[in-house]
């Protein structure tokens, strides 16, 4: 692969894509186009046709209008097989690895150096993995299984998997939503890697400020139309949200609620232990405050959450709930006492996928629409109506499922939930998680008003312009203790991160009075 | 994303109903073209009479089964409960009615226990309730060898009696089946169970007893089983300790076949009735031309694989 001086060949170039679905047309017209040695970002809310837009390239979907041109010749590919000999490796959310098996047999996974008897040759099998992972720059047991490796690592053997081959075009479908800001870093330096031995890479991500650090151009795209394509190092991150989303970045955040110092907090943690994740943690949570729990992914933030909901047990420390000692949690026990916790995990902890929406918001506190155990279903519905009408959500009606529902709106019928059960505080551990920009603005304006209204809110999350834009105070953790606290102008994102990787806290601050 | 307009929709058939419906349908039209007698009154209520042990079993693997759990102690609990009810009366007739009632609660007790172990321990619910299973095998076994006992004739009304011109045993299943469903559609419980099938760990974070709710459905097929109990004992007059042995794979049968998703969640009594007559008409049907017991096993048995292998594609786990 000879990077010429001269302006880098075309790898892939798509022309007036469209495809339809039944009642959607999911692109419309769209023209895309990357080079070799360049990091192409794709942008774009749920539902604007990312997804399709890849699936076209890497085959599994044909296109109904246009053309695909890769690396010079006009293609149509007739199976996703087709597309990947010819150099097209796309890496998916959820890794198609196999757990039980070995690095060095994933990545050789369908195409495993033979002997001459025919039988899988394994020093030849392990020699050429870690000459590949040498090629990535990943040091990593050829011989470990791959389900004990971290998401990072796995991650870094599905590129490895995609350099067994003559690789042209590397697609990435937001790698960094499941691994935390250091692992995201190393991630980053294979992707500039592979840039510099020119193969072309498309990058997807929620996250802009990742835009920023590692693409060369960006492409948004909306409702199936493509917006832009521009330099990177052209644009600003107000002008990309607002091709994204059509409004500016200064409307995401709302205002943010006063710094509240107020003496009796209406939820008090103190000396918090819950081996070997969470060592000691103690703060307090004042009515209408908006506090964020920040640290890296496993500093133990999820778990003092689950602590103080319940449903993980905890070994020591007590936990107070507006003067009450609220020591043996149960998460009855925590909502009944006023306490919502809307989970990281949407889908495993919180929807009920096979129910509706209207049982989805009713879940916490069905007690409300039950007369001696029997359900009163149209209050329910009506009561439902109501949230799905007050938070937006778009959903056909109380009464459907929730399952095929966009990330976003499914986060905001958890919301409804939430706000309808509890009355004092609230916990939301990565509140905007897989969710699209506009929701996100929305989402925000909520936990505002919840604020607003008198209720305590904790704000778990891993994106630290979410924390620096909604909280006006921030404790941190690292590896399961406080590291520190933040508070109003002080609350900056290289602040947090210098807490959150601190090594040895002289001494643990101790929570405001 | 645009809002999606439009009306909402308030039912959905399963296509597990439609598809049962049709083959019961299908069964009835074979067998009133085979012989002249199957469709006389006679030959229907006889159907549902034998049906009732059935109805019962399923009902109870029903509700284990929407809440995520399976349960392989009802051949062992009806088998108990004929022996001990039969064993316990004797002659005594009036002991009938408080033995039938101790019956009674003695299954709703050990499905209790199932209940409590499984959601105390984490064990899975196969290995719990076959484990019950062989240890109430092994006291019935002790406490009996051969069929056993001795109850008034009036007890037969159970299995034999007629209301109003139908079997009583067909009316208690039918009474039965409305129970339950009521309890699944209409009431929090019934929520609740679909929830913890669904989705165990959703529910109990959002505040639901899960533990409460495995103890309860259990606790109701251990009643069911012994109801079972009861029936076969009025139509034997006497206790069988082998009587239930084919009973628990039978009971999970119409389950399947009626659109109940293995592992939980989703699925419902109606599919369940429907399950019962379509197991029952085709048993029926089989005496008809005369086919041995051993075949109708075998018929049971590809009957449960295909009801998995065409509705189950969307079970979880199991």
Same mark, same amino acid.
């Given at each position: @692969?000879?990077?010429?001086?001269?302006?880098?060949?075309?790898?892939?170039?798509?022309?007036?894509?469209?495809?339809?679905?039944?009642?959607?047309?999911?692109?419309?017209?769209?023209?895309?186009?990357?080079?070799?040695?360049?990091?192409?970002?794709?942008?774009?809310?749920?539902?604007?046709?990312?997804?399709?837009?890849?699936?076209?390239?890497?085959?599994?979907?044909?296109?109904?209008?246009?053309?695909?041109?890769?690396?010079?010749?006009?293609?149509?590919?007739?199976?996703?097989?087709?597309?990947?000999?010819?150099?097209? %490796?796309?890496?998916?959310?959820?890794?198609?690895?196999?757990?039980?098996?070995?690095?060095?047999?994933?990545?050789?996974?369908?195409?495993?150096?033979?002997?001459?008897?025919?039988?899988?040759? %394994?020093?030849?099998?392990?020699?050429?993995?870690?000459?590949?992972?040498?090629?990535?720059?990943?040091?990593?047991?050829?011989?470990?299984?791959?389900?004990?490796?971290?998401?990072?690592?796995?991650? @870094?053997?599905?590129?490895?998997?995609?350099?067994?081959?003559?690789?042209?075009?590397?697609?990435?479908?937001?790698?960094?939503?499941?691994?935390?800001?250091?692992?995201?870093?190393?991630?980053?330096?294979?992707?500039?890697?592979?840039?510099?031995?020119?193969?072309?890479?498309?990058?997807?991500?929620?996250?802009?400020?990742?835009?920023?650090?590692?693409?060369?151009?960006?492409?948004?795209?909306?409702?199936?139309?493509?917006?832009?394509?521009?330099?990177?190092?052209?644009?600003?991150?107000?002008?990309?949200?607002?091709?994204?989303?059509?409004?500016?970045?200064?409307?995401?955040?709302?205002?943010?609620?006063?710094?509240?110092?107020?003496?009796?907090?209406?939820?008090?943690?103190?000396?918090?232990?819950?081996?070997?994740?969470?060592?000691?943690?103690?703060?307090?949570?004042?009515?209408?405050?908006?506090?964020?729990?920040?640290?890296?992914?496993?500093?133990?933030?999820?778990?003092?959450? %689950?602590?103080?909901?319940?449903?993980?047990?905890?070994?020591?420390?007590?936990?107070?709930?507006?003067?009450?000692?609220?020591?043996?949690?149960?998460?009855?026990?925590?909502?009944?006492?006023?306490?919502?916790?809307?989970?990281?995990?949407?889908?495993?902890?919180?929807?009920?996928?096979?129910?509706?929406?209207?049982?989805?918001?009713?879940?916490?506190?069905?007690?409300?629409?039950?007369?001696?155990?029997?359900?009163?279903?149209?209050?329910?519905?009506?009561?439902?109506?109501?949230?799905?009408?007050?938070?937006?959500?778009?959903?056909?009606?109380?009464?459907?499922?929730?399952?095929?529902?966009?990330?976003?709106?499914?986060?905001?019928?958890?919301?409804?939930?939430?706000?309808?059960?509890?009355?004092?505080?609230?916990?939301?551990?990565?509140?905007?998680?897989?969710?699209?920009?506009?929701?996100?603005?929305?989402?925000?304006?909520?936990?505002?008003?919840?604020?607003?209204?008198?209720?305590?809110?904790?704000?778990?999350?891993?994106?630290?312009?979410?924390?620096?834009?909604?909280?006006?105070?921030?404790?941190?953790?690292?590896?399961?203790?406080?590291?520190?606290?933040?508070?109003?102008?002080?609350?900056?994102?290289?602040?947090?991160?210098?807490?959150?990787?601190?090594?040895?806290?002289?001494?643990?601050?101790?929570?405001?009075? | 994303?645009?809002?999606?307009?439009?009306?909402?929709?308030?039912?959905?058939?399963?296509?597990?109903?439609?598809?049962?419906? =049709?083959? *019961?349908?299908? *069964?009835?039209?074979?067998?009133?073209?085979?012989?002249?007698?199957?469709?006389?009154?006679?030959?229907?209520?006889?159907?549902?009479?034998?049906?009732?042990?059935?109805?019962?079993?399923?009902?109870?693997?029903?509700?284990?089964?929407?809440?995520?759990?399976?349960?392989?102690?009802?051949?062992?609990?009806?088998?108990?409960?004929?022996?001990? &009810?039969?064993?316990?009366?004797?002659?005594?007739?009036? *002991?009938?009615?408080?033995?039938?009632?101790?019956?009674?609660? =003695?299954?709703?007790?050990?499905?209790?226990?199932?209940?409590?172990?499984?959601?105390?321990?984490?064990?899975?619910? &196969?290995?719990?309730?076959?484990?019950?299973?062989?240890?109430?095998?092994?006291?019935?076994?002790?406490?009996?060898?051969?069929?056993?006992?001795?109850?008034?004739?009036?007890?037969?009304?159970?299995?034999?009696?007629?209301?109003?011109?139908?079997?009583?045993?067909?009316?208690?299943?039918?009474?039965?089946?409305?129970?339950?469903? &009521?309890?699944?559609?209409?009431?929090?419980?019934?929520?609740?169970?679909?929830?913890?099938?669904?989705?165990?760990?959703?529910?109990?974070?959002?505040?639901?007893?899960?533990?409460?709710?495995?103890?309860?459905?259990?606790?109701?097929?251990?009643?069911?089983?012994?109801?079972?109990?009861?029936?076969?004992?009025?139509?034997?007059?006497?206790?069988?300790?082998?009587?239930?042995?084919?009973?628990?794979?039978?009971?999970?049968?119409?389950?399947?076949?009626?659109?109940?998703? =293995?592992?939980?969640?989703?699925?419902?009594?109606?599919?369940?009735?429907?399950?019962?007559?379509?197991?029952?008409?085709?048993?029926?049907?089989?005496?008809?031309?005369?086919?041995?017991?051993?075949?109708?096993?075998?018929?049971?048995?590809?009957?449960?694989?295909?009801?998995?292998?065409?509705?189950?594609?969307?079970?979880?786990?199991?």
């Amino acid at each position: @692969m000879v990077a010429s001086s001269a302006e880098p060949r075309v790898m892939i170039a798509l022309e007036g894509i469209s495809k339809s679905f039944p009642g959607v047309k999911s692109l419309d017209g769209v023209s895309f186009d990357a080079k070799a040695g360049e990091i192409h970002a794709l942008l774009g809310e749920n539902g604007a046709g990312k997804s399709t837009l890849i699936k076209i390239i890497a085959g599994a979907y044909v296109p109904d209008e246009g053309t695909i041109r890769f690396d010079g010749s006009e293609r149509a590919w007739a199976s996703p097989r087709e597309a990947k000999d010819a150099g097209i %490796h796309v890496i998916y959310q959820e890794l198609l690895l196999f757990p039980e098996l070995s690095v060095a047999e994933n990545i050789f996974i369908g195409n495993a150096p033979r002997d001459r008897f025919g039988f899988v040759d %394994h020093s030849a099998m392990l020699r050429g993995a870690e000459a590949i992972l040498g090629r990535v720059g990943h040091q990593l047991d050829p011989r470990a299984k791959v389900g004990s490796l971290s998401v990072a690592d796995q991650q @870094m053997v599905e590129i490895a998997k995609a350099l067994t081959s003559d690789i042209k075009l590397l697609v990435l479908d937001e790698p960094t939503a499941v691994i935390s800001g250091r692992e995201a870093d190393l991630l980053f330096d294979r992707m500039k890697t592979l840039r510099k031995a020119g193969v072309c890479l498309i990058y997807i991500s929620h996250r802009l400020e990742e835009i920023f650090r590692i693409a060369d151009r960006v492409t948004v795209l909306k409702d199936g139309r493509h917006v832009a394509t521009r330099n990177v190092a052209e644009i600003d991150r107000d002008t990309l949200v607002t091709m994204m989303v059509g409004r500016s970045l200064s409307d995401i955040f709302p205002a943010k609620p006063p710094l509240v110092s107020e003496p009796a907090p209406v939820l008090s943690v103190r000396d918090l232990r819950m081996p070997p994740r969470v060592s000691n943690v103690s703060f307090d949570l004042h009515a209408g405050e908006i506090l964020g729990l920040a640290g890296l992914v496993g500093a133990g933030r999820s778990e003092v959450a %689950h602590a103080i909901f319940g449903s993980i047990p905890k070994e020591s420390g007590t936990i107070t709930i507006c003067g009450i000692a609220h020591n043996i949690p149960t998460p009855r026990a925590s909502i009944d006492a006023g306490l919502g916790f809307l989970t990281e995990d949407r889908k495993g902890e919180g929807l009920l996928m096979l129910l509706d929406a209207a049982a989805n918001i009713s879940a916490p506190a069905l007690q409300e629409f039950a007369h001696f155990g029997l359900l009163n279903r149209s209050a329910e519905i009506k009561s439902a109506s109501d949230e799905i009408a007050h938070f937006h959500i778009a959903v056909r009606g109380p009464t459907t499922g929730v399952k095929a529902l966009s990330g976003g709106n499914q986060q905001k019928i958890l919301f409804a939930r939430w706000t309808r059960a509890c009355h004092r505080i609230l916990i939301l551990d990565e509140p905007t998680r897989g969710v699209d920009v506009g929701a996100k603005v929305e989402i925000y304006r909520m936990i505002h008003d919840l604020a607003a209204a008198g209720i305590g809110i904790l704000v778990i999350s891993s994106e630290l312009p979410e924390l620096v834009g909604l909280c006006s105070r921030v404790i941190v953790m690292r590896e399961g203790i406080v590291t520190g606290e933040v508070c109003g102008e002080a609350v900056t994102e290289t602040a947090i991160m210098r807490l959150a990787t601190k090594d040895a806290p002289a001494a643990v601050p101790s929570p405001v009075a | 994303m645009p809002a999606i307009a439009g009306p909402a929709r308030r039912f959905t058939v399963e296509p597990a109903l439609i598809v049962v419906t =049709l083959f *019961l349908a299908a *069964l009835i039209a074979v067998g009133v073209a085979v012989s002249d007698r199957f469709a006389t009154t006679r030959n229907l209520v006889t159907v549902l009479e034998q049906a009732a042990p059935l109805g019962f079993v399923a009902m109870g693997q029903t509700l284990v089964i929407l809440a995520g759990g399976i349960d392989f102690s009802i051949g062992a609990i009806v088998a108990g409960s004929t022996v001990f &009810l039969a064993g316990l009366v004797n002659g005594h007739d009036d *002991l009938m009615l408080p033995a039938l009632a101790g019956v009674l609660m =003695l299954g709703t007790v050990v499905g209790l226990a199932n209940g409590i172990v499984t959601s105390r321990t984490g064990v899975h619910p &196969l290995i719990v309730t076959l484990g019950s299973a062989a240890v109430l095998n092994g006291l019935v076994l002790l406490y009996t060898l051969q069929p056993t006992g001795k109850v008034p004739v009036w007890f037969e009304d159970f299995a034999f009696g007629r209301a109003l011109g139908l079997p009583i045993s067909g009316l208690v299943m039918a009474a039965s089946f409305v129970v339950v469903g &009521l309890i699944l559609w209409k009431t929090s419980l019934g929520r609740a169970i679909f929830a913890v099938g669904g989705h165990p760990e959703a529910a109990r974070l959002s505040g639901i007893r899960t533990d409460r709710v495995t103890m309860f459905v259990y606790a109701a097929s251990g009643f069911f089983s012994a109801l079972a109990g009861a029936y076969f004992v009025s139509r034997m007059g006497i206790g069988d300790p082998r009587v239930g042995e084919s009973l628990t794979l039978a009971s999970i049968t119409p389950v399947l076949v009626g659109g109940t998703m =293995l592992g939980g969640g989703r699925g419902g009594v109606l599919g369940t009735l429907l399950g019962v007559l379509l197991i029952s008409v085709l048993n029926n049907l089989l005496n008809y031309i005369n086919v041995s017991t051993f075949i109708q096993w075998v018929v049971q048995g590809l009957i449960i694989i295909a009801a998995v292998s065409i509705f189950g594609s969307g079970s979880k786990r199991l």
